[in-house]
Structures are given as C-alpha cells and as structure tokens.
C-alpha cells in the first residue's frame, strides 16, 4: 500500500547534504510527508495541523547528521512529540477519598463500554477491591443481560433493578446504585451506560443526570480506536456535554493505526488511561503512549 | 486569469472537506486532480460552481447505476439467505432487526439465525430484535458451533417455508485470522442449502481508514455484495465508503439512521453526497 514513513523521508533526505542543518525547503518536505502519514493514521485535520505546526518549529534549523540517517532522525523527533501530546506517562484511576468510588462510561453506540465495565471490575478486584457494576444502560435490547453475564464471568456483583429494553429509569438506577454499594461494602461503583451520539441533545442531557446523580471520580470517555475524523467533533461534545476525565482506547487489537488517540488526547486534553485490547475480559492494559506513538507512526 | 476565484485556499477547502469526511488521502488526492482537470476545462470560475461539480464528481465515484437493492425475496421456493457479517459493534445485530421489520411489514415472513453464539447475550438481543419485528427466532445453546446454527436457521426457514432467513454473526476483527476462517466456515456450511443471495457488510459511519481494510479482508473470505453505512444520524460522514466503492466495486446498499426498528433507508447516493459535502459550503 503506502511507503511507511521511513521510506519517505530518506527519499527527501537523500537530497540533503552531508551533516548539515535542515533547511526551510527540507522542513516543509518532511512536514508534507509527516502530514500524510497522520492523515492515512486517522488522526483528524485540526490536529494534524496543530502538531505539524510544531513540528515544524521543533525541526527548523535542527541539526541533522547524514552518518546517523536523517530519516530515523527526524521520526525520533516526530516520536518524541507524540509521545508528549499522548500524554508522556500513564496516568492511574483517581479513588475517592470515601469510598465508594464511582466510575462512569460514556461513549458512542458500540464503542466498547459494557465490555470494559467487565474488564475493569475484573482488575479491580484482582487488585483486592470490592466492585458493583451497575446496569443503567436500559435502552439497548439486552444490555442488562450483557453485563450480567460480564459480572458474571467477572465474579462481581451486578446491580441490575431494573430490566432494561426501554424499562426503567437509568437516573435512578444510578443513584441508587451508591446506596446499594454502601450497604454492600463495595468500594468501587462501574456505571455502565447507554450509547449516545455527541448530537443527541436529550441523551447527553441524561447522561448529565446520571452523573450529577453519582458524582463520579472518574467519567471515563470509551472510543474506538478505528474511529476516524469524527473523533474530533464526538470528544468535544463528550467533553462539553458531561465532561470527561480520562479517556479509554478500545478495540486495539485491530490493525486500526489509531490516529484517534491523538485527536482526542489533543480535544479533550484528559489523558488515555487504558487500552482495551480484545474481547476476553482480561484483555486489558493501561494505556502506553510510546507503543501508540510507534503504532500511529506505522513502526 | 484574473477571471478565476479558485485559489490556493478554494482548492485546500476542497481537500478538506473530503479528508475531513473520512474519504482518505489516496481517493482524495484522485477526485481532486479529476477536479481540477475539469475546472480547467470547463473554465469554472466560483467556489459554488466547484462546490456542484465536486458533488458530481463525488456521486460518480459511487457509480450511481449499480444495483443496489437488497436481495431478500424467495427465489423458486426456497428462502433467500442474507449473511450479516462485520467488526464488533458496527450494529449487524440491530440491522438484522431492522431488515427484518421492512421485511415483515411488506408481508414477508422472516427467520432470525443467532449465529453469535460468542458474545455475551448477543441471542438474547437477536430474539428480543425478532419479538419486536415480528420475526422467527434459531438459535443455539452458548458456545454452540456458530455454522451449525446458521446452518439450522436456513433448515428451518426452508421447512417453515419463509420468505427470507437473516444470519447475525459474532463481531470480529478481519485481522482476527482464526475468526476469520470460523466466518468462511458459518457461510460454507449455510451454503450446503444452496447459495447465500447476499452477504452484508456493515460498516460504522464513524470508521476512518481501516473500514477499506474492513472491506477488503471481509471480502476476500465471504464475497461481501453489500454494504450497510450505520450511524449515519452521528456527525460522521461515512466518507471511506468513496473508497470502498471505488477500490472494491462493492456498493453501499442501506443506510442506518438510529437505534429504533425503522431507523434504516435505502442508500442514496445523491443525498449521500449533498450530506457529505454540505456541511462545510
Ligand atoms: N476485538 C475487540 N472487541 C471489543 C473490544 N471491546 C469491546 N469489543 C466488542 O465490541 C462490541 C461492542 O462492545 P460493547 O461493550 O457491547 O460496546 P458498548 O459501548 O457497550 O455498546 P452499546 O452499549 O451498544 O453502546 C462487542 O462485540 C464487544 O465484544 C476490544 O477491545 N477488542
Ligand atoms: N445511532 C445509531 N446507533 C446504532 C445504529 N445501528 C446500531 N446502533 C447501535 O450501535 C450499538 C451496537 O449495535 P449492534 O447491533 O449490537 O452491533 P453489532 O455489530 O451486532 O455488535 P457485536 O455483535 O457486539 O459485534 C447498539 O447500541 C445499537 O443500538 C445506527 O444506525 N445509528
Ligand atoms: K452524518
Ligand atoms: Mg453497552
Ligand atoms: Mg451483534
């Protein structure tokens, strides 16, 4: 298909001197290139301009050496700043400082939420804690039954009240469900919740809902990683319609490069704090941005 | 030359919009160049006049002639065979449901296969989709061989004398080899009742680059005939079908518009276009 970058960039390299400063012509040409391969990545526009730009900055007049291969040197620059904008170190799930802490999903239809419900509550009590899951997804046909059969599987309790399939009330699911965890013990609450789209003003007003009526630690945003430009306008209007504190990048066992990412990285400026990587609940990782960076770049 | 308004920024607009609707760099960089020759030659000299060509040349590269209607009718008394295939959580299930409710409401009578014998309650969602539509339900215990019951379903549309028998398959990654082969294995064994009459790739309108990925693998194993654009009631354009079109000749047949039972519409290539390049004039 495409040349990977490398290849690129020693095609405009070749040109260049032995040992010298980039050039303005160089810069620009190596930026066109870097552009494409964002581009072909799935990471949106404003974003890839944002980081050309600078990128750019960062390379004009960097001293380059033709015995040390111009190419990999510059893409160690590249790297480098995408590591930085995905967010340098992972960061951990913040606790509360009385239990229980509760952690809500949010994110598109399909995007991987009930699933990590699942995955989390797993590593969590692995971890010695004590989670509830919670079903306020009682829109989707079954999503009740999916995250039982999830906590299930998970040896974790599920705080399902209510059937779902259109009956019930998610807000008050919600808030009961902090109830239930304290007579239960349960340290930490997974709220799972009902797909919606950025532009669903009546969805994102529920979920506003749920959130005021748990006060979440964590509103983590869950996105797939094949998602390409509208990851831009989805993570802003998660970000302004109930707020997002960390993000989750899901289905990154595909071969998706993953551009997304960075995009929303650079939109909501939460950091990724977990990769979801499979359909088996333990598979699931914190987030690496270098393996992301390598993966976005195509190495 | 004066006479010209196309400048530098027009062009990069144009770019845009289409990088911006998912379309890609390679389809991107082609239909701009056909543009340009075009607005050469006919010497355009607006950005309005360029935006309708370009919405033109866009609804071209979807070869609007294509069929693109669904085969879905009994064919000498046997049931037709839709096999619904795609990554995880691109919505095949609820397509099925709502193929099935178009189906059933134009009098057809209609068998649901729960091939999906792998994610958690994905036959409970098939069957509360089949309760809602009107539609009969097969399905296998958990963990069941998926060909079998996909195998079973098209039985038992056959001896029930349905019009038309709906397979939902599990969700997997095409660079999943192992459930990829399980897939070529679902359609083969189907296949022993006679030919499948279609086979529906459904992509997720939010999907960047990697649904022309998608399409390629999906084909290669099962000779994917159709595409379902889903969510296309989000913010995303769905521009990559562009590219799958152009590179695979695989047509975009329906669309999703929603969650609920009636939220599915033919494809239109016109509106489809007017859509994508719409918001941005
Ligand atoms: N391969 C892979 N599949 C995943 C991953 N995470 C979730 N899935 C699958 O993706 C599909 C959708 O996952 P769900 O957890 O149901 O997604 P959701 O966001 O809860 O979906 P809705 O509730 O319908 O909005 C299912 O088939 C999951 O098994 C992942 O990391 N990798
Ligand atoms: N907004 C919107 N949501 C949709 C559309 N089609 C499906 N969905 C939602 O997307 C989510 C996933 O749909 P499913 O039908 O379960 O997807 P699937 O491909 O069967 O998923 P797996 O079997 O887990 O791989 C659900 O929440 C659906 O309600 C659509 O056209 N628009
Ligand atoms: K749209
Ligand atoms: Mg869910
Ligand atoms: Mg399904």
Same mark, same amino acid.
């Given at each position: 298909?495409?040349?990977?970058?490398?290849?690129?960039?020693?095609?405009?390299?070749?040109?260049?001197?032995?040992?010298?400063?980039?050039?303005?012509?160089?810069?620009?040409?190596?930026?066109?290139?870097?552009?494409?391969?964002?581009?072909?990545?799935?990471?949106?526009?404003?974003?890839?301009?944002?980081?050309?730009?600078?990128?750019?900055?960062?390379?004009?007049?960097?001293?380059?050496?033709?015995?040390?291969?111009?190419?990999?040197?510059?893409?160690?620059?590249?790297?480098?700043?995408?590591?930085?904008?995905?967010?340098?170190?992972?960061?951990?799930?913040?606790?509360? %400082?009385?239990?229980?802490?509760?952690?809500?999903?949010?994110?598109?239809?399909?995007?991987?939420?009930?699933?990590? *419900?699942? %995955?989390? *509550?797993?590593?969590?009590?692995?971890?010695?804690?004590?989670?509830?899951?919670?079903?306020?997804?009682?829109?989707?046909?079954?999503?009740?039954?999916?995250?039982?059969?999830?906590?299930?599987?998970?040896?974790?309790?599920?705080?399902?009240?209510?059937?779902?399939?259109?009956?019930?009330?998610?807000?008050?699911?919600?808030?009961?469900?902090?109830?239930?965890?304290?007579?239960?013990?349960?340290?930490?609450?997974?709220?799972?919740?009902?797909?919606?789209?950025?532009?669903?003003?009546?969805?994102?007003?529920? *979920?506003?809902?749920?959130?005021?009526?748990?006060?979440?630690?964590?509103?983590?945003?869950?996105?797939?990683?094949?998602?390409?430009?509208?990851?831009?306008?989805?993570?802003?209007?998660?970000?302004?319609?109930?707020?997002?504190?960390?993000?989750?990048?899901?289905?990154?066992?595909?071969? *998706?490069?993953?551009?997304?990412?960075?995009?929303?990285?650079?939109?909501?400026?939460?950091?990724?704090?977990?990769?979801?990587?499979?359909?088996?609940?333990?598979?699931?990782?914190?987030?690496?941005?270098?393996?992301?960076?390598?993966?976005?770049?195509?190495? | 030359?004066?006479?010209?308004?196309? $400048?530098?920024?027009?062009?990069?607009?144009?770019?845009?919009?289409?990088?911006?609707? $998912?379309?890609?760099?390679?389809?991107?960089? $082609?239909?701009?160049?056909?543009?340009?020759?075009?607005?050469?030659?006919?010497?355009?000299?607006?950005?309005?006049?360029?935006?309708?060509?370009?919405?033109?040349?866009?609804?071209?590269?979807?070869?609007?002639?294509? $069929?693109?209607?669904?085969?879905?009718?009994?064919?000498?008394?046997?049931?037709?065979?839709?096999?619904?295939?795609?990554?995880?959580?691109?919505?095949?299930?609820?397509?099925?449901?709502?193929?099935?409710?178009?189906?059933?409401?134009?009098?057809?009578?209609?068998?649901?296969?729960?091939?999906?014998?792998?994610?958690?309650?994905?036959?409970?969602?098939?069957?509360?989709?089949?309760?809602?539509?009107?539609?009969?339900?097969?399905?296998?215990?958990?963990?069941?061989?998926?060909?079998?019951?996909?195998?079973?379903?098209?039985?038992?549309?056959?001896?029930?004398? +349905?019009?038309?028998?709906?397979?939902?398959?599990?969700?997997? !990654?095409?660079?999943?080899?192992?459930?990829?082969?399980?897939?070529?294995?679902?359609?083969?064994? +189907?296949?022993?009742?006679?030919?499948?009459?279609?086979?529906?790739?459904?992509?997720?309108?939010?999907?960047?680059?990697?649904?022309?990925?998608?399409?390629?693998?999906?084909?290669?194993?099962?000779?994917?005939?159709?595409?379902?654009?889903?969510? !296309?009631?989000?913010?995303?354009?769905?521009?990559?079908?562009?590219?799958?079109?152009?590179?695979?000749?695989?047509?975009?047949?329906?669309?999703?518009?929603?969650?609920?039972?009636?939220?599915?519409?033919?494809?239109?290539?016109?509106?489809?276009?007017?859509?994508? +390049?719409?918001?941005?004039?």
């Amino acid at each position: 298909m495409f040349d990977t970058l490398s290849d690129r960039l020693s095609g405009i390299f070749t040109k260049l001197r032995s040992k010298g400063r980039l050039t303005d012509a160089d810069v620009d040409a190596t930026a066109r290139e870097i552009r494409l391969a964002l581009l072909e990545a799935d990471v949106a526009l404003p974003v890839v301009k944002a980081f050309v730009a600078r990128l750019k900055e960062r390379a004009r007049g960097a001293e380059v050496s033709q015995a040390l291969n111009p190419a990999q040197q510059v893409i160690k620059i590249v790297h480098e700043e995408l590591v930085a904008t995905l967010g340098g170190e992972a960061r951990r799930l913040q606790f509360a %400082k009385n239990p229980p802490t509760v952690i809500m999903l949010a994110g598109l239809q399909g995007s991987g939420k009930t699933t990590l *419900a699942g %995955k989390l *509550a797993r590593w969590l009590k692995a971890q010695g804690h004590q989670p509830l899951l919670v079903a306020a997804d009682l829109q989707r046909p079954n999503a009740v039954n999916q995250l039982q059969v999830l906590g299930g599987r998970a040896g974790v309790e599920v705080y399902a009240p209510q059937p779902g399939n259109g009956v019930g009330d998610p807000v008050s699911v919600a808030r009961e469900s902090i109830e239930h965890a304290r007579r239960q013990m349960r340290d930490i609450v997974i709220v799972d919740t009902a797909g919606r789209l950025g532009i669903d003003a009546e969805m994102m007003r529920q *979920a506003v809902n749920i959130r005021d009526a748990v006060d979440p630690d964590e509103v983590l945003f869950v996105i797939d990683a094949m998602v390409g430009q509208d990851a831009v306008a989805t993570a802003e209007a998660f970000r302004d319609g109930v707020g997002i504190s960390g993000v989750v990048l899901s289905k990154l066992d595909g071969d *998706a490069r993953g551009g997304a990412a960075l995009s929303v990285r650079h939109v909501t400026g939460q950091p990724i704090i977990f990769a979801s990587t499979g359909e088996k609940l333990e598979d699931f990782d914190v987030f690496h941005p270098d393996r992301m960076a390598s993966r976005i770049l195509g190495m | 030359l004066s006479r010209d308004k196309l $400048d530098d920024d027009t062009w990069d607009e144009v770019e845009e919009t289409l990088i911006g609707a $998912d379309v890609g760099v390679a389809a991107t960089t $082609d239909i701009v160049g056909k543009l340009r020759e075009r607005a050469r030659i006919h010497g355009t000299a607006t950005a309005t006049e360029l935006r309708a060509m370009l919405a033109d040349e866009l609804v071209a590269a979807l070869d609007p002639q294509m $069929d693109r209607t669904l085969a879905a009718r009994p064919q000498d008394g046997r049931p037709a065979v839709l096999l619904v295939v795609g990554v995880n959580g691109a919505g095949k299930t609820t397509t099925c449901g709502k193929i099935a409710r178009v189906l059933v409401a134009d009098g057809h009578t209609v068998v649901l296969g729960a091939a999906d014998t792998f994610r958690a309650a994905a036959a409970e969602q098939l069957a509360t989709w089949a309760g809602r539509v009107g539609a009969e339900v097969v399905r296998g215990p958990e963990g069941a061989d998926p060909a079998s019951v996909a195998f079973d379903a098209v039985k038992r549309g056959i001896d029930a004398g +349905v019009d038309t028998v709906l397979i939902d398959t599990a969700g997997r !990654l095409q660079n999943k080899v192992g459930l990829m082969d399980e897939l070529g294995k679902v359609k083969r064994v +189907v296949e022993k009742h006679g030919p499948v009459d279609e086979t529906l790739l459904i992509l997720d309108a939010t999907t960047g680059q990697n649904g022309l990925e998608q399409a390629r693998v999906f084909t290669e194993v099962v000779d994917v005939t159709g595409v379902v654009l889903t969510k !296309l009631d989000g913010t995303a354009k769905g521009g990559i079908v562009i590219a799958v079109q152009r590179k695979l000749g695989i047509p975009v047949k329906l669309v999703g518009l929603g969650e609920g039972p009636d939220d599915l519409a033919p494809f239109d290539a016109r509106q489809f276009v007017d859509a994508l +390049v719409g918001a941005d004039a």
